[in-house]
């Protein structure tokens, strides 16, 4: 795949972002299909499903961080130690967290996070890669605190890395776990990202 046929449907080219899908080898016990290739055919193992979504860069809504609430720099190790709050299988070490630094899509603007204005804790964070190569922008980490969530701190990450990425990208790309229970295809959406493609990754 090159980059001429991957910017014709993103989403539908890859399972990953065009710099990921240029350098990962997928394990032999492992098979990445999208929605209407896994349907046609059966496969046996593990099925974990991921959607992909696109946004145009377009009409942007408005990042609004709630009262109580302040964006503030933190450094890699309270990065990883909050995305390692947020999930139950999901681990994120701190050489792992200063190893995205060295990634050629690293940018230090795309790095984000909230704190509670009382009690100083890190409630929110996310970060966003930029492929300046092909215009991609990449939302990557997105975590909010889990006692945290339904006060529209999710939306403001992802508005507020939106409104950052707006004169630097093309467009953006995500993906996320469907089965996540903090339902995030629901936040994207409501952000403004559309035309969804399921893909599954199988292991057997």
Not at 120 to 141: C, H, S
Request: with cysteine; glycine share 4%.
């Amino acid at each position: 795949m090159n980059a001429k046929e991957y910017l014709a449907d993103p989403c539908k080219a890859s399972s990953l972002p065009f710099w990921k899908a240029e350098t990962i080898n997928i394990p032999e016990h492992m098979k990445v299909l999208r929605d209407d290739e896994f349907s046609n055919c059966k496969y046996d193992g593990f099925d974990d499903q991921y959607f992909r979504l696109i946004h145009d860069l377009k009409n942007l809504k408005e990042a609004v961080l709630p009262d109580s609430f302040e964006l503030v720099q933190c450094e890699e190790k309270s990065f990883a130690e909050h995305i390692n709050s947020c999930y139950e299988h999901e681990h994120m070490s701190i050489k792992e967290m200063l190893a995205y630094k060295s990634h050629p899509v690293y940018d230090p603007d795309l790095w984000v996070s909230v704190i509670e204005s009382d009690s100083k804790k890190i409630v929110a964070t996310g970060i966003a890669e930029l492929d300046t190569r092909i215009g991609e922008g990449v939302l990557e980490w997105i975590q909010v605190s889990s006692d945290y969530r339904k006060l529209g701190l999710g939306k403001y990450i992802v508005c507020e890395l939106l409104i950052r990425l707006e004169n630097k990208a093309d467009f953006v790309t995500v993906s996320g776990r469907v089965a996540n229970k903090s339902n995030p295809y629901a936040l994207y959406k409501s952000c403004g990202f559309v035309n969804p493609v399921i893909w599954h990754v199988v292991t057997t």
